[in-house]
């Protein structure tokens, strides 16, 4: 969606730190998500953080909201091959339920 | 993608032909779309639901139409399909707050010819 904005690639060492970046416009927005996509597959919900929270961390996800900038970004620690998908910035407006998407960030891990 | 079954998972059309892809959960979920995904523009509504018999456009409902007769079952019909509409189609469910996201359908890719 145009609200939200995400770089197209990232390649990344295995092993290394990952961060996917994303901007939305919707400062009214009140749930934000990441979601994974790989090959041949639908969707699946990684994480979520809500609007009132700076940061979330679930195992090798790092979630960080800075809501003065409209950024989101997610960290993954220690990527693995595994971790190779198109990664999906999404928020929901206040007063809204529908999810709007950002184009996606194709992640590549290589050895 | 337990819950959410989508059939078929492929299909090739010719041009002008018609058909219908079904969504069907059993999660009780009240919130029910039809998204579709090209390469660089993320996942765009088609048409949504919030209820059994109840639809509404999303951001490019053109060329498609949906119902919702059942609870479970939504589903996205294409009456005289386009090249413009291969895509792969996914179908998603939420609750009615819709604060823990949606869960996804495994999606149908549809070529049209």
């Known amino acids: 969606g145009e609200d939200v904005e995400q770089s197209l690639f990232l390649s990344v060492r295995e092993g290394d730190s990952s961060v996917i970046n994303c901007t939305y416009t919707?400062?009214?927005?009140?749930?934000l998500y990441w979601y994974k996509q790989e090959p041949g597959a639908g969707l699946q919900l990684l994480t979520y953080i809500f609007s009132n929270m700076d940061m979330k961390q679930d195992q090798r996800l790092t979630v960080l909201l800075n809501k003065k900038d409209k950024h989101l970004s997610l960290r993954i620690a220690d990527t693995q091959t595994g971790d190779s998908a198109i990664y999906f910035c999404?928020?929901?407006?206040?007063?809204?339920?529908?999810?709007?998407f950002g184009a996606g960030t194709t992640v590549t891990v290589r050895a | 993608n337990a819950g959410v079954t989508q059939t078929p998972k492929f299909r090739v059309l010719k041009t002008g032909q018609s058909m219908t892809l079904l969504c069907a959960q059993d999660m009780n979920h009240e919130y029910m779309y039809w998204y579709r995904q090209d390469p660089g523009m993320g996942l765009r509504l088609i048409h949504y639901?919030?209820?059994?018999?109840?639809?509404a456009k999303g951001e490019v409902p053109d060329g498609y139409n949906v119902s919702r007769l059942k609870k479970q079952n939504f589903l996205l019909g294409l009456e005289s399909a386009a090249p413009s509409q291969t895509s792969v189609y996914f179908c998603?469910?939420?609750?009615?707050?819709?604060?823990?996201?949606?869960?996804f359908g495994s999606g149908t890719r549809l070529t049209v010819v």
């Open positions: 919707d400062s009214s927005s009140t749930y």
């Open positions: 639901s919030v209820g059994e018999g109840t639809t």
């Open positions: 998603a469910i939420s609750s009615r707050a819709g604060a823990y996201g949606y869960t």
């Open positions: 999404a928020e929901i407006p206040l007063n809204d339920y529908k999810l709007s």
